[in-house]
């Protein structure tokens, strides 16, 4: 089972990248998936949430109206979709998913099992 993110990289204050996180090995596509953010010397935080439907989305406070989720269940894939971008959003962002499927978005590392190697978003001018 594997997680695969990428799209990070160095962007603008103000400015939008859309990060992709591939699933192989199984399906994903009954199970809740999140986006989560670190930065050195700080906890792991949650981002975003989207139910294994699509149907449901859940965002941190600190990106509502900025950054969106979304998942093609076709392609075992979800996207975060970033716009408007501030300095302190800069962080590696990781995927994550969790068993069983049908369950819940949950919002701390502890509740998800499968995580990617996460991706470097800097943003700076």
């Known amino acids: 089972v594997q997680l695969q993110a990428s799209g990070g990289g160095l962007v603008q204050p103000g400015g939008s990248l859309t990060l992709s996180c591939a699933a192989s090995?199984?399906?994903?596509?009954?199970?809740?998936m999140a986006w989560f953010r670190q930065v050195p010397g700080k906890e792991r935080e949650f981002v975003a949430g989207i139910s294994w439907t699509g149907n449901m989305e859940n965002y941190a406070d600190s990106v509502k109206g900025r950054l969106s989720m979304s998942r093609d269940h076709t392609k075992n894939t979800v996207h975060l979709h970033m716009n408007n971008l501030k300095p302190e959003d800069t962080a590696v962002y990781y995927c994550?998913?969790?068993?069983?499927?049908?369950?819940?978005?949950?919002?701390?590392?502890?509740?998800?099992?499968?995580w990617g190697q996460g991706t470097l978003v800097t943003v700076s001018s």
């Open positions: 994550a998913t969790k068993d069983p499927r049908y369950s819940e978005i949950a919002y701390y590392p502890r509740d998800y099992e499968f």
């Open positions: 090995g199984r399906s994903f596509s009954r199970h809740a």
